[in-house]
């Protein structure tokens, strides 16, 4: 059980879930929710904080929350258009800039006597993103903190726990924004700092026994971090009942299938292996849009899932590892939005199935899963790995896939990993792989003309996979690697890297 949270109310901003990392990174849980759909207020809720927006408070239909709901009854914490959106409902002015202040700028007066700014120092550097600014505060109201250009940096509402800031403490640049963080939620909302990842893992499977009981548990593992995290939580609140399928759906890496069963061996986990290559191949034939690609891996998954899981008596629950991230980004802040992609792990399962869902990593940052994956005593080959998308190859694999592009991926791809273990980069890096091009290149190989295929290599550095920049990686590593695919690899000609940050490009291709 959560002894105490900060409840996080998102006005759509792109920052959101980096105050909550913050927050989680002070050993304080707490939860995102979209400011039109917020849950009764837990007993245990010491804090509120309220995000950013993409939106102008003088807009007509700009998101609002009733505030009274939480002033006078716990701390407040207004971030940018929070805090507008406080200053304008307490009868105070929001206009557009003079100045549109974006980027970086100093607390040139700062009231460091006050709670929220203690160990701030003066000229502190700070991000501002706004395009409006407080031009007038409600009186009751109070300045405490100003740039050269925002004489409204930072207020407090006199005599109570409410206050706003203009610029965003919760990104890097920053440089004293944990601070501030830290002064409100440990020092104004009482927060004791106990959320740690063996306190997680105590509550989390204590509650597992409460909720499963002597029912019995399917698990899908891929042999990444999120599954095996949620399999041994699982396994360790009701040992046996806990069944874990591994399909090969033909979208693997390279040897995969049979390294991923060798390294549960170990782990004490009742595991099965499926092969299923032909029948995903099947689903897949001809199919070149990447939203009916994931579609159609599901869909197959699915059948392929159930199938196995008849075969079990009895089985009650599907289990899943299914992270915070993966929640946060399927539920739309003002309704139904664009899809970017389909997340494979989020969104229920078909009626058919008649099967209750369990996911015991749904609060967590994928940080903290390795975390309480270490707690469990997973082995770092496994904490280690990096991301790899639940479609696999397939997504990686521009326009139609068959089995021989995937062989020639799988070879081009182990090819890069293998490079960066044995040059000391792959734990450098977030995630790495290759991306197999619907095009041909004309090349020259002794004294002959090809015309073959590109590939393209992708490594990213990130902290969550939220945001990523590319990974600046020696260029004589680069080039021993993209000799090594050539001479290699039949098919292969051309080797081109990705230097595209996210956003606005996104991790994967497809």
């Known amino acids: 059980m959560i002894t105490e949270q900060i409840l996080i109310l998102d006005f759509g901003s792109q920052f959101t879930q980096l105050i909550a990392r913050r927050v989680r990174e002070l050993n304080v849980y707490c939860e995102i929710h979209p400011y039109n759909n917020i849950p009764p ?3 245990n809720t010491k804090g509120v904080i309220l995000s950013g927006s993409p939106c102008s408070v003088r807009d007509a239909d700009a998101p609002s929350v009733d505030l009274t709901a939480f002033r006078h009854h716990m701390p407040v914490l207004g971030v940018c258009y929070g805090a507008q959106l406080m200053a304008q409902k307490g009868g105070g002015e929001v206009k557009p800039s003079s100045i549109r202040e974006y980027g970086r700028a100093r607390l040139n007066e700062i009231d460091l006597a006050n709670r929220l700014m203690h160990g701030l120092d003066l000229n502190s550097q700070v991000w501002m993103s706004h395009g409006d600014t407080i031009t007038s505060l409600p009186a009751d109201f ?3 903190a100003s740039t050269e250009t925002v004489r409204v940096a930072a207020f407090q509402a006199t005599g109570e726990a409410t206050y706003g800031i203009q610029f965003h403490p919760e990104v890097t640049h920053s440089t004293q924004g944990k601070q501030l963080l830290k002064n409100f939620v440990v020092d104004i909302c009482g927060c004791s700092q106990d959320w740690t990842a063996e306190s997680f893992v105590d509550t989390t499977v204590a509650g597992l026994q409460a909720q499963l009981g002597t029912d019995k548990v399917v698990l ?3 042999g990444g971090v999120d599954s095996s995290v949620a399999a041994m939580l699982i396994h360790r609140a009701i040992g046996a009942n806990l069944y874990c399928v591994f399909v090969d759906n033909g979208l693997l890496r390279k040897d995969e299938f049979e ?3 060798d390294s549960y061996k170990t782990l004490g986990l009742n595991v099965k292996g499926v092969d299923a290559k032909d029948q995903f191949y099947h689903a897949l034939a001809g199919l070149s849009d990447p939203e009916a690609k994931r579609k159609a891996i599901g869909k197959t998954f699915i059948d392929v899932f159930d199938q196995e899981a008849h075969l079990i008596e009895n089985v009650a629950w599907l289990g899943q590892g299914t992270i915070y991230p993966d929640v946060i980004e399927s539920v739309s802040v003002k309704g139904p939005s664009a899809t970017i992609k389909s997340h494979h792990n989020v969104g229920g399962l078909p009626d058919f199935m ?3 869902v369990v996911e015991p990593l749904n609060t967590l940052f994928k940080d903290e899963v390795r975390l309480v994956g270490r707690t469990l ?10 991301p790899f998308p639940g479609p696999g190859l397939a997504i990686r694999i521009l326009g139609d896939v068959t089995a021989e592009k995937v062989a020639i991926l799988q070879q081009v791809d182990a090819l890069f990993i ?6 000391g980069l792959y734990d450098q890096v977030w995630q790495a792989g290759a991306m197999l091009l619907p095009v041909q290149s004309v090349g020259v190989m002794g004294d002959e003309r090809t015309y073959e295929r590109v590939v393209a290599l992708r490594a990213v550095t990130s902290v969550d996979g939220m945001t990523a920049d590319w990974a600046h990686l020696p260029y004589t590593f680069l ?3 993209s000799n090594e695919i050539i001479n290699k690899v039949k098919g292969v000609n051309r080797v081109v890297y990705d230097i595209s940050s996210k956003p606005p490009a996104t991790i994967e291709w497809e």
Request: aromatic share 0%; net charge positive; no cysteine.
């Open 479 to 481: 080039a021993d690697i």
């Open 377 to 386: 005593g997973l082995p770092n080959h496994i904490l280690g790995r990096h």
């Open 259 to 261: 390294g991923v069963l």
């Open 41 to 43: 207020i837990a007993a």
């Open 142 to 144: 109070e300045v405490i």
């Open 354 to 356: 008649k099967l209750k």
């Open 418 to 423: 293998d490079g960066l273990r044995r040059e």
């Open 220 to 222: 899908g593992l891929s």
